[in-house]
Protein backbone atom coordinates (compact mmCIF):
# COMPACT_ATOMS: atom_id res chain seq x y z
CA UNK A 1 0.00 0.00 0.00
CA UNK A 2 1.19 3.67 -1.17
CA UNK A 3 1.11 5.90 1.94
CA UNK A 4 0.90 8.76 -1.20
CA UNK A 5 1.06 8.85 -4.79
CA UNK A 6 5.03 9.39 -6.18
CA UNK A 7 4.70 9.21 -9.98
CA UNK A 8 4.60 12.20 -11.90
CA UNK A 9 0.77 12.84 -12.47
CA UNK A 10 0.35 12.60 -8.41
CA UNK A 11 -1.07 16.01 -6.96
CA UNK A 12 1.31 18.72 -6.34
CA UNK A 13 -0.57 21.50 -4.49
CA UNK A 14 1.58 22.63 -1.69
CA UNK A 15 0.74 23.31 1.56
CA UNK A 16 3.31 24.23 4.21
CA UNK A 17 2.24 22.82 8.12
CA UNK A 18 2.90 25.19 10.61
CA UNK A 19 6.73 25.53 12.59
CA UNK A 20 4.32 23.83 15.58
CA UNK A 21 3.78 20.19 14.06
CA UNK A 22 5.45 17.98 11.53
CA UNK A 23 2.59 16.80 10.00
CA UNK A 24 -0.23 19.65 10.32
CA UNK A 25 -0.96 20.73 6.61
CA UNK A 26 -1.71 24.74 7.18
CA UNK A 27 1.34 27.20 7.91
CA UNK A 28 1.47 29.79 10.61
CA UNK A 29 3.69 32.26 10.97
CA UNK A 30 5.52 32.33 14.19
CA UNK A 31 3.80 29.14 15.45
CA UNK A 32 6.24 27.46 17.89
CA UNK A 33 8.25 24.30 17.65
CA UNK A 34 6.40 20.83 18.37
CA UNK A 35 6.07 19.85 21.72
CA UNK A 36 4.71 16.57 20.89
CA UNK A 37 7.34 13.71 23.09
CA UNK A 38 8.75 11.14 21.18
CA UNK A 39 6.17 8.65 23.38
CA UNK A 40 9.82 7.60 25.57
CA UNK A 41 11.29 6.35 22.39
CA UNK A 42 14.69 5.77 23.78
CA UNK A 43 13.43 3.29 26.23
CA UNK A 44 11.61 1.70 24.18
CA UNK A 45 14.45 1.18 21.80
CA UNK A 46 15.75 -0.61 24.49
CA UNK A 47 13.30 -2.33 25.38
CA UNK A 48 12.37 -4.48 22.14
CA UNK A 49 13.88 -7.58 22.14
CA UNK A 50 16.31 -7.61 20.07
CA UNK A 51 15.14 -10.92 17.50
CA UNK A 52 16.30 -11.19 13.57
CA UNK A 53 12.42 -10.31 12.19
CA UNK A 54 10.72 -7.10 12.72
CA UNK A 55 7.78 -6.70 14.55
CA UNK A 56 4.03 -6.99 12.47
CA UNK A 57 1.99 -4.27 12.80
CA UNK A 58 -1.62 -5.06 12.60
CA UNK A 59 -4.63 -2.27 12.47
CA UNK A 60 -4.83 1.11 12.17
CA UNK A 61 -2.18 3.57 13.16
CA UNK A 62 -2.30 4.86 17.08
CA UNK A 63 -1.26 8.21 16.55
CA UNK A 64 -2.92 11.00 18.82
CA UNK A 65 -4.28 13.74 16.90
CA UNK A 66 -1.50 15.69 17.53
CA UNK A 67 0.86 13.45 15.55
CA UNK A 68 -1.38 11.66 13.24
CA UNK A 69 -0.25 10.62 9.92
CA UNK A 70 -2.26 11.48 6.57
CA UNK A 71 -5.56 8.93 6.29
CA UNK A 72 -5.25 5.64 5.35
CA UNK A 73 -1.62 5.31 6.60
CA UNK A 74 -1.05 1.89 7.67
CA UNK A 75 2.67 0.88 8.66
CA UNK A 76 3.11 -3.11 8.38
CA UNK A 77 6.18 -5.68 8.29
CA UNK A 78 6.07 -6.38 5.13
CA UNK A 79 7.97 -10.63 4.61
CA UNK A 80 9.57 -11.64 1.04
CA UNK A 81 6.83 -13.28 -1.19
CA UNK A 82 6.99 -17.14 -1.72
CA UNK A 83 6.78 -18.70 -5.14
CA UNK A 84 6.68 -15.05 -7.00
CA UNK A 85 9.25 -13.67 -9.45
CA UNK A 86 10.82 -10.07 -7.93
CA UNK A 87 8.84 -8.74 -10.93
CA UNK A 88 5.36 -10.28 -9.62
CA UNK A 89 6.30 -9.52 -5.92
CA UNK A 90 5.48 -6.42 -4.31
CA UNK A 91 8.83 -6.83 -1.79
CA UNK A 92 11.76 -5.25 -2.70
CA UNK A 93 13.82 -8.50 -2.49
CA UNK A 94 14.34 -11.75 -4.18
CA UNK A 95 11.60 -14.72 -3.15
CA UNK A 96 12.29 -17.63 -1.56
CA UNK A 97 10.36 -19.74 0.80
CA UNK A 98 10.19 -18.19 4.34
CA UNK A 99 12.09 -20.01 6.89
CA UNK A 100 13.92 -19.37 10.13
CA UNK A 101 17.39 -19.51 7.98
CA UNK A 102 16.62 -16.79 5.48
CA UNK A 103 15.00 -14.44 8.22
CA UNK A 104 18.18 -15.00 10.25
CA UNK A 105 20.62 -13.98 7.25
CA UNK A 106 18.96 -11.09 5.97
CA UNK A 107 20.71 -7.31 5.96
CA UNK A 108 19.64 -4.86 8.23
CA UNK A 109 18.84 -2.91 4.94
CA UNK A 110 16.51 -5.51 3.84
CA UNK A 111 14.76 -5.53 6.87
CA UNK A 112 14.28 -1.82 7.11
CA UNK A 113 12.73 -1.86 3.75
CA UNK A 114 10.26 -3.98 4.94
CA UNK A 115 8.36 -2.06 7.34
CA UNK A 116 7.38 -0.34 3.99
CA UNK A 117 7.13 -1.80 0.18
CA UNK A 118 7.55 1.66 -0.95
CA UNK A 119 10.96 2.00 0.67
CA UNK A 120 14.11 1.88 -1.40
CA UNK A 121 17.90 1.18 -0.60
CA UNK A 122 19.95 2.48 -3.26
CA UNK A 123 23.85 1.94 -3.88
CA UNK A 124 26.09 5.43 -2.69
CA UNK A 125 28.78 4.87 -5.03
CA UNK A 126 29.67 3.48 -8.47
CA UNK A 127 28.20 0.11 -9.67
CA UNK A 128 32.31 -0.11 -11.55
CA UNK A 129 33.38 -0.51 -7.43
CA UNK A 130 31.14 -2.84 -6.03
CA UNK A 131 32.94 -5.95 -7.11
CA UNK A 132 36.61 -5.20 -5.41
CA UNK A 133 34.74 -3.77 -2.34
CA UNK A 134 32.38 -7.27 -1.76
CA UNK A 135 35.28 -9.14 -2.77
CA UNK A 136 37.43 -7.53 0.07
CA UNK A 137 34.09 -7.48 2.69
CA UNK A 138 33.88 -11.29 2.34
CA UNK A 139 37.79 -11.80 2.78
CA UNK A 140 37.45 -9.82 6.55
CA UNK A 141 33.86 -11.44 7.11
CA UNK A 142 33.87 -13.25 10.77
CA UNK A 143 34.01 -16.56 10.75
CA UNK A 144 30.61 -18.24 10.49
CA UNK A 145 29.19 -15.40 8.78
CA UNK A 146 30.74 -15.15 5.58
CA UNK A 147 27.87 -17.46 3.52
CA UNK A 148 25.35 -15.00 4.89
CA UNK A 149 27.33 -12.16 3.92
CA UNK A 150 27.96 -12.87 0.15
CA UNK A 151 24.35 -13.96 -0.31
CA UNK A 152 23.13 -10.69 1.31
CA UNK A 153 25.48 -8.61 -0.71
CA UNK A 154 24.83 -10.74 -4.45
CA UNK A 155 21.26 -10.22 -3.57
CA UNK A 156 21.93 -6.32 -3.01
CA UNK A 157 24.29 -6.58 -6.77
CA UNK A 158 25.41 -9.22 -9.12
CA UNK A 159 26.98 -7.48 -11.75
CA UNK A 160 26.17 -11.07 -14.02
CA UNK A 161 22.33 -10.63 -13.04
CA UNK A 162 22.01 -6.94 -12.74
CA UNK A 163 18.27 -7.16 -13.69
CA UNK A 164 17.35 -8.62 -9.96
CA UNK A 165 19.46 -6.45 -8.62
CA UNK A 166 17.85 -5.26 -5.07
CA UNK A 167 19.35 -2.21 -4.79
CA UNK A 168 17.03 0.04 -6.59
CA UNK A 169 19.37 2.84 -8.21
CA UNK A 170 22.58 4.25 -7.52
CA UNK A 171 23.88 7.83 -6.36
CA UNK A 172 27.00 9.17 -7.27
CA UNK A 173 29.01 12.38 -5.88
CA UNK A 174 32.69 13.75 -6.57
CA UNK A 175 34.40 12.06 -3.98
CA UNK A 176 32.55 8.27 -4.74
CA UNK A 177 33.63 9.40 -8.51
CA UNK A 178 37.29 9.91 -7.76
CA UNK A 179 37.64 6.53 -5.66
CA UNK A 180 36.02 5.06 -9.01
CA UNK A 181 39.01 6.26 -11.04
CA UNK A 182 41.38 5.44 -8.45
CA UNK A 183 41.03 1.61 -7.91
CA UNK A 184 41.22 2.01 -11.69
CA UNK A 185 43.80 4.04 -12.54
CA UNK A 186 45.48 2.29 -15.72
CA UNK A 187 41.75 2.08 -17.20
CA UNK A 188 40.90 5.84 -16.77
CA UNK A 189 44.38 7.70 -17.86
CA UNK A 190 43.86 5.04 -21.10
CA UNK A 191 40.51 6.93 -21.66
CA UNK A 192 41.63 10.13 -20.43
CA UNK A 193 44.60 9.69 -23.71
CA UNK A 194 41.49 8.79 -26.15
CA UNK A 195 39.17 11.42 -25.15
CA UNK A 196 42.48 13.94 -25.39
CA UNK A 197 43.60 12.31 -28.65
CA UNK A 198 40.40 12.15 -30.47
CA UNK A 199 39.21 16.18 -30.07
CA UNK A 200 42.95 18.04 -29.24
CA UNK A 201 40.99 21.46 -28.94
CA UNK A 202 39.78 20.41 -25.53
CA UNK A 203 41.92 21.71 -22.39
CA UNK A 204 42.60 19.87 -19.49
CA UNK A 205 38.95 20.79 -18.00
CA UNK A 206 37.26 19.70 -21.10
CA UNK A 207 39.29 16.31 -21.18
CA UNK A 208 38.03 15.88 -17.31
CA UNK A 209 34.16 16.71 -18.18
CA UNK A 210 34.21 14.52 -21.11
CA UNK A 211 36.23 11.47 -18.55
CA UNK A 212 33.03 12.10 -16.37
CA UNK A 213 30.58 11.91 -18.48
CA UNK A 214 32.11 8.44 -19.25
CA UNK A 215 31.78 7.52 -15.60
CA UNK A 216 28.34 8.78 -15.67
CA UNK A 217 27.46 6.52 -18.85
CA UNK A 218 29.22 3.35 -17.77
CA UNK A 219 27.67 3.52 -14.57
CA UNK A 220 24.54 3.77 -15.87
CA UNK A 221 24.89 0.51 -18.24
CA UNK A 222 25.86 -1.18 -15.89
CA UNK A 223 22.31 -1.05 -13.81
CA UNK A 224 20.27 -0.60 -16.91
CA UNK A 225 18.81 -3.66 -16.84
CA UNK A 226 17.22 -3.45 -13.60
CA UNK A 227 15.61 0.09 -14.98
CA UNK A 228 14.20 -2.09 -18.18
CA UNK A 229 13.25 -5.43 -16.02
CA UNK A 230 10.76 -2.39 -13.72
CA UNK A 231 9.69 -0.55 -16.50
CA UNK A 232 11.45 2.97 -15.86
CA UNK A 233 10.27 2.76 -12.08
CA UNK A 234 14.00 1.26 -10.64
CA UNK A 235 17.51 1.35 -11.69
CA UNK A 236 18.32 5.57 -11.93
CA UNK A 237 21.64 6.52 -11.53
CA UNK A 238 22.54 10.03 -10.32
CA UNK A 239 25.34 11.95 -12.56
CA UNK A 240 26.15 15.47 -10.08
CA UNK A 241 27.21 19.16 -11.98
CA UNK A 242 30.32 20.32 -11.04
CA UNK A 243 30.21 21.09 -7.43
CA UNK A 244 32.19 24.20 -8.15
CA UNK A 245 29.98 25.86 -9.86
CA UNK A 246 26.73 25.79 -7.41
CA UNK A 247 25.88 29.15 -8.32
CA UNK A 248 26.37 29.25 -11.58
CA UNK A 249 22.41 28.79 -13.05
CA UNK A 250 24.26 28.90 -16.66
CA UNK A 251 27.14 25.94 -16.12
CA UNK A 252 24.73 23.85 -14.15
CA UNK A 253 22.25 23.92 -17.21
CA UNK A 254 24.49 23.49 -19.64
CA UNK A 255 26.23 20.24 -17.40
CA UNK A 256 22.54 18.79 -16.38
CA UNK A 257 21.36 18.61 -20.13
CA UNK A 258 24.90 16.54 -20.89
CA UNK A 259 24.68 14.53 -18.06
CA UNK A 260 21.11 13.47 -19.22
CA UNK A 261 22.06 12.31 -22.32
CA UNK A 262 24.34 9.46 -20.88
CA UNK A 263 21.16 7.31 -20.83
CA UNK A 264 17.74 6.55 -20.20
CA UNK A 265 18.10 6.24 -16.76
CA UNK A 266 20.30 9.29 -15.34
CA UNK A 267 19.08 11.16 -13.21
CA UNK A 268 21.10 14.63 -12.70
CA UNK A 269 22.02 15.92 -9.15
CA UNK A 270 21.52 19.22 -8.54
CA UNK A 271 22.67 21.23 -6.13
CA UNK A 272 20.40 23.28 -3.48
CA UNK A 273 21.22 26.58 -4.50
CA UNK A 274 18.81 29.43 -5.66
CA UNK A 275 20.22 29.10 -9.02
CA UNK A 276 19.88 24.96 -8.68
CA UNK A 277 16.38 24.46 -8.04
CA UNK A 278 15.80 27.30 -10.64
CA UNK A 279 17.82 24.65 -13.17
CA UNK A 280 15.94 22.22 -11.43
CA UNK A 281 12.48 23.42 -12.61
CA UNK A 282 14.38 23.88 -16.30
CA UNK A 283 15.27 20.47 -16.61
CA UNK A 284 11.92 19.19 -15.15
CA UNK A 285 10.15 20.72 -17.53
CA UNK A 286 11.68 18.59 -20.24
CA UNK A 287 10.96 15.23 -18.77
CA UNK A 288 14.54 14.65 -17.17
CA UNK A 289 14.79 13.18 -13.90
CA UNK A 290 16.73 14.70 -10.76
CA UNK A 291 17.98 14.35 -7.38
CA UNK A 292 18.47 17.42 -5.22
CA UNK A 293 21.56 17.27 -3.03
CA UNK A 294 23.55 19.29 -0.96
CA UNK A 295 20.74 19.73 0.66
CA UNK A 296 19.32 20.45 4.72
CA UNK A 297 16.82 22.55 5.47
CA UNK A 298 12.57 22.41 5.22
CA UNK A 299 13.27 25.86 3.30
CA UNK A 300 15.20 24.07 0.92
CA UNK A 301 13.04 21.02 0.20
CA UNK A 302 10.13 23.14 0.28
CA UNK A 303 11.78 25.56 -2.94
CA UNK A 304 13.03 22.22 -4.62
CA UNK A 305 9.07 21.05 -4.26
CA UNK A 306 7.55 24.26 -5.66
CA UNK A 307 10.12 24.12 -8.32
CA UNK A 308 9.23 20.78 -9.35
CA UNK A 309 5.68 21.32 -9.75
CA UNK A 310 6.44 24.60 -12.05
CA UNK A 311 8.71 22.60 -14.00
CA UNK A 312 5.80 19.42 -14.09
CA UNK A 313 2.93 21.76 -15.57
CA UNK A 314 5.23 23.83 -17.68
CA UNK A 315 5.86 19.54 -19.04
CA UNK A 316 2.21 18.35 -18.96
CA UNK A 317 1.32 22.19 -20.93
CA UNK A 318 4.12 21.36 -23.25
CA UNK A 319 3.02 17.66 -23.79
CA UNK A 320 6.28 16.06 -22.84
CA UNK A 321 6.28 12.54 -21.92
CA UNK A 322 6.97 12.05 -18.69
CA UNK A 323 6.34 7.52 -18.30
CA UNK A 324 10.02 7.59 -16.49
CA UNK A 325 10.76 10.65 -15.01
CA UNK A 326 11.54 10.77 -11.17
CA UNK A 327 12.38 13.51 -8.26
CA UNK A 328 14.20 12.48 -5.31
CA UNK A 329 15.40 15.00 -2.98
CA UNK A 330 17.99 14.00 -0.19
CA UNK A 331 18.96 15.02 3.08
CA UNK A 332 22.08 14.82 4.24
CA UNK A 333 21.52 13.39 7.87
CA UNK A 334 25.02 13.87 9.72
CA UNK A 335 26.30 16.34 8.04
CA UNK A 336 23.52 18.81 9.02
CA UNK A 337 24.32 18.56 12.52
CA UNK A 338 28.14 17.95 12.00
CA UNK A 339 29.21 20.16 9.17
CA UNK A 340 27.59 23.01 9.90
CA UNK A 341 27.15 25.79 13.18
CA UNK A 342 25.07 23.86 15.92
CA UNK A 343 27.97 22.62 17.90
CA UNK A 344 30.12 26.08 17.62
CA UNK A 345 26.63 27.89 18.28
CA UNK A 346 26.15 25.79 20.74
CA UNK A 347 29.22 26.25 23.15
CA UNK A 348 29.21 30.17 22.38
CA UNK A 349 25.80 30.39 24.28
CA UNK A 350 26.68 27.48 26.61
CA UNK A 351 24.60 24.67 25.98
CA UNK A 352 25.85 21.42 26.03
CA UNK A 353 24.67 19.56 23.17
CA UNK A 354 24.70 15.86 22.83
CA UNK A 355 25.26 13.72 19.62
CA UNK A 356 21.59 12.18 20.79
CA UNK A 357 20.30 15.59 20.63
CA UNK A 358 21.91 16.55 17.54
CA UNK A 359 20.27 13.24 16.07
CA UNK A 360 16.97 14.09 17.51
CA UNK A 361 17.15 17.93 15.40
CA UNK A 362 18.39 15.79 12.17
CA UNK A 363 15.47 13.47 12.60
CA UNK A 364 12.96 16.48 13.51
CA UNK A 365 13.85 18.38 10.41
CA UNK A 366 13.66 15.17 7.92
CA UNK A 367 10.41 14.20 9.28
CA UNK A 368 8.97 17.88 9.26
CA UNK A 369 9.53 17.96 4.80
CA UNK A 370 8.26 13.61 4.58
CA UNK A 371 5.21 14.86 6.04
CA UNK A 372 4.93 18.01 4.33
CA UNK A 373 5.64 16.31 0.97
CA UNK A 374 3.15 13.41 1.87
CA UNK A 375 0.07 15.69 3.14
CA UNK A 376 0.46 17.62 0.02
CA UNK A 377 0.45 14.20 -2.05
CA UNK A 378 3.91 15.72 -3.99
CA UNK A 379 5.86 13.43 -6.28
CA UNK A 380 9.08 13.98 -5.23
CA UNK A 381 10.53 11.41 -2.73
CA UNK A 382 12.52 12.20 0.32
CA UNK A 383 16.49 10.45 -0.39
CA UNK A 384 18.51 10.16 2.80
CA UNK A 385 22.14 9.66 3.00
CA UNK A 386 24.94 10.17 5.52
CA UNK A 387 24.28 8.15 7.89
CA UNK A 388 26.34 6.91 10.91
CA UNK A 389 26.45 3.61 13.25
CA UNK A 390 27.32 4.56 17.13
CA UNK A 391 26.50 4.51 20.47
CA UNK A 392 23.85 6.26 22.02
CA UNK A 393 23.98 7.55 25.68
CA UNK A 394 22.99 4.57 27.22
CA UNK A 395 25.63 2.65 25.11
CA UNK A 396 23.51 0.75 22.56
CA UNK A 397 24.91 0.27 19.12
CA UNK A 398 22.44 2.33 17.36
CA UNK A 399 21.85 3.67 13.53
CA UNK A 400 19.01 6.26 14.42
CA UNK A 401 18.73 7.73 10.46
CA UNK A 402 17.53 4.79 9.63
CA UNK A 403 15.82 3.45 12.98
CA UNK A 404 13.90 6.74 13.14
CA UNK A 405 12.24 6.42 9.79
CA UNK A 406 11.23 2.51 9.76
CA UNK A 407 7.80 2.87 8.20
CA UNK A 408 8.63 5.34 6.06
CA UNK A 409 8.70 5.99 2.03
CA UNK A 410 12.14 6.70 2.02
CA UNK A 411 14.99 6.23 -0.40
CA UNK A 412 17.87 5.41 1.38
CA UNK A 413 21.56 5.84 -0.12
CA UNK A 414 24.22 3.99 1.40
CA UNK A 415 27.87 3.98 0.77
CA UNK A 416 30.07 0.66 1.17
CA UNK A 417 31.39 1.96 4.38
CA UNK A 418 28.07 2.07 5.58
CA UNK A 419 26.78 -1.12 4.51
CA UNK A 420 29.55 -3.08 6.14
CA UNK A 421 29.17 -1.00 9.52
CA UNK A 422 25.73 -2.38 9.76
CA UNK A 423 26.97 -6.03 8.97
CA UNK A 424 29.16 -5.65 11.63
CA UNK A 425 26.65 -4.82 13.79
CA UNK A 426 23.85 -6.86 13.13
CA UNK A 427 23.35 -8.93 16.17
CA UNK A 428 23.72 -5.56 18.13
CA UNK A 429 20.74 -3.65 16.31
CA UNK A 430 17.21 -3.73 18.02
CA UNK A 431 14.57 -4.74 15.59
CA UNK A 432 12.39 -1.69 13.13
CA UNK A 433 9.59 -0.76 14.43
CA UNK A 434 7.36 -0.08 11.50
CA UNK A 435 5.26 2.94 13.53
CA UNK A 436 9.05 4.80 14.17
CA UNK A 437 8.03 7.10 11.09
CA UNK A 438 5.36 8.46 13.23
CA UNK A 439 7.05 9.10 16.35
CA UNK A 440 7.15 13.30 17.39
CA UNK A 441 10.99 13.60 18.25
CA UNK A 442 11.80 14.51 21.16
CA UNK A 443 10.45 17.80 22.86
CA UNK A 444 13.32 18.78 25.45
CA UNK A 445 15.69 18.66 22.58
CA UNK A 446 13.78 20.46 20.22
CA UNK A 447 13.50 23.08 22.33
CA UNK A 448 16.76 23.37 23.25
CA UNK A 449 18.11 23.29 19.82
CA UNK A 450 15.41 26.06 18.92
CA UNK A 451 17.96 28.44 20.78
CA UNK A 452 20.49 27.68 17.83
CA UNK A 453 19.99 30.13 15.01
CA UNK A 454 21.52 27.60 12.52
CA UNK A 455 19.12 25.23 13.72
CA UNK A 456 15.83 27.66 13.30
CA UNK A 457 17.26 28.17 9.33
CA UNK A 458 17.41 24.18 9.01
CA UNK A 459 13.50 23.50 11.12
CA UNK A 460 11.33 26.64 9.79
CA UNK A 461 9.45 27.00 6.49
CA UNK A 462 10.70 30.36 6.09
CA UNK A 463 14.55 29.80 8.19
CA UNK A 464 16.08 30.95 4.72
CA UNK A 465 15.42 32.95 1.46
CA UNK A 466 16.75 31.05 -1.44
CA UNK A 467 20.09 33.33 -1.64
CA UNK A 468 20.79 32.41 1.86
CA UNK A 469 20.80 28.83 0.94
CA UNK A 470 24.32 28.61 -0.73
CA UNK A 471 25.84 30.05 2.29
CA UNK A 472 24.04 27.86 5.15
CA UNK A 473 27.33 25.81 7.08
CA UNK A 474 26.60 22.37 5.96
CA UNK A 475 26.20 23.59 2.15
CA UNK A 476 29.40 25.31 2.36
CA UNK A 477 31.53 22.88 4.07
CA UNK A 478 29.97 19.94 2.27
CA UNK A 479 30.42 21.84 -1.39
CA UNK A 480 33.95 22.88 -0.31
CA UNK A 481 34.97 18.82 -0.25
CA UNK A 482 32.71 18.18 -3.23
CA UNK A 483 34.60 20.60 -4.76
CA UNK A 484 38.23 19.65 -3.57
CA UNK A 485 37.54 15.85 -4.95
CA UNK A 486 36.51 17.23 -8.48
CA UNK A 487 39.68 19.30 -8.26
CA UNK A 488 41.91 16.37 -7.60
CA UNK A 489 40.00 14.55 -10.15
CA UNK A 490 40.51 17.27 -12.54
CA UNK A 491 44.68 17.32 -11.14
CA UNK A 492 44.73 13.62 -12.47
CA UNK A 493 43.44 14.36 -15.86
CA UNK A 494 45.94 16.83 -16.10
CA UNK A 495 48.70 15.22 -14.97
CA UNK A 496 47.88 12.48 -17.43
CA UNK A 497 47.36 15.05 -20.39
CA UNK A 498 50.55 16.88 -19.77
CA UNK A 499 52.83 14.05 -18.76
Keep these: MRCAPTGPGAKATIRKPPCGNIRSASPKKGAPPPMVSRSSSNSTRRSRTRSSSPPRATGSCAASDAVRPPKGHKPTAYRPCARLTRSACRCQWRSAPESLEMMMSKHVLEKLAETNPECEIWWDSSPLVFPSWKEETLAAAPEGKRADWEAQLTRFYDPANPAEMGFRGVTTNPPLSLQAVQLDPQGWRQLVLDIAKADKALDVEGVYWQMYLQLVKKGADAILPAFKASGGKYGMLSGQVDPRFVTDGEAMLA ?60 AKAAGVDLTNWRSVITHMSSRLGEKGDWKLEAKLRGIDLSVDEIRDGEEAVLKRAYWYGKNSGHPSKMLQCSMRVEKDKDGNTVSRHIQDFAGGDFVYTCPPGYIKQLMDVEDELAPFDPKAIEREPNKASIEKLMKLPSFRQAYEFEGMKPHEFASYGSFMATATEFAAATRQTVDFVRSVVEG
Excluded: D
Aim: hydrophobic share 40%; charged share 20%; glycine share 10%.
Design 255 to 314: QGLSIAEMGENVMVKLPGSKEGYEVLEELTARGISTNNTTSFAVAQYSRCMAAVTAGLQR
